[in-house]
């Protein structure tokens, strides 16, 4: 972690512009990643099959299924669609990208997710890589989007 820390401050020191920098890094490993992860998890459990025939120790009720939903996605929309439409140029551009950022990346994060949660038995994605031994790739995760979100969230001015 303090190789992490040594990133985020020389990358500080450069300045808003080197954010750049950490999306071009952070978005397709985070994307890559999940992939990737969700791939190998599928062939961990032995396949398709094996995944949409698992059945948990404890099910879950009806509501606390809805409610996960909900709050799924009312945290995806509180915090990604105000992020994006703060910077969007025109209503168009935060329609569109607040569309496909929501619709297809959260789903495709949600899905990778819930996929490498159950067959790995574990729905935390950095434990799930660090049992694949995928040291390097997680730190790599933890490092750009962590500090790329806090940056977003504190550095950028909001219009």
């Excluded at 799924?72 to 990208?97: E, F, H, N, P, Q």
């Excluded at 040291?135 to 962590?146: A, E, G, H, Q």
Aim: charged share 10%.
């Amino acid at each position: 972690m303090m190789l992490s820390a040594v990133i985020m401050g020389i990358f500080a020191v450069l300045g808003i512009k080197s954010l750049a920098v950490f999306g071009y890094i952070a978005i397709p490993s985070i994307v890559f990643l999940s992939l990737g992860t969700a791939a190998r998890s599928v062939q961990t459990i032995g396949g398709w099959q094996e995944l949409f025939n698992y059945v948990p120790l404890q099910p879950i009720d009806l509501l606390s299924g809805i409610t996960i939903v909900i709050g799924t996605w009312i945290l995806s929309t509180a915090t990604c669609i105000a992020d994006i439409m703060r910077y969007g140029k025109s209503k168009k551009d935060v329609i569109t990208a607040s569309t496909i950022g929501l619709l297809g990346g959260n789903t495709l994060m949600i899905s990778c997710g819930a996929i490498a949660g159950v067959a790995m038995n574990d729905g935390d994605l950095i434990n799930v890589l660090l049992s694949f031994g995928l040291v390097f790739p997680s730190l790599l995760l933890l490092t750009t989007n962590i500090f790329h979100h806090k940056w977003c969230e504190t550095s950028i001015p909001h219009h």
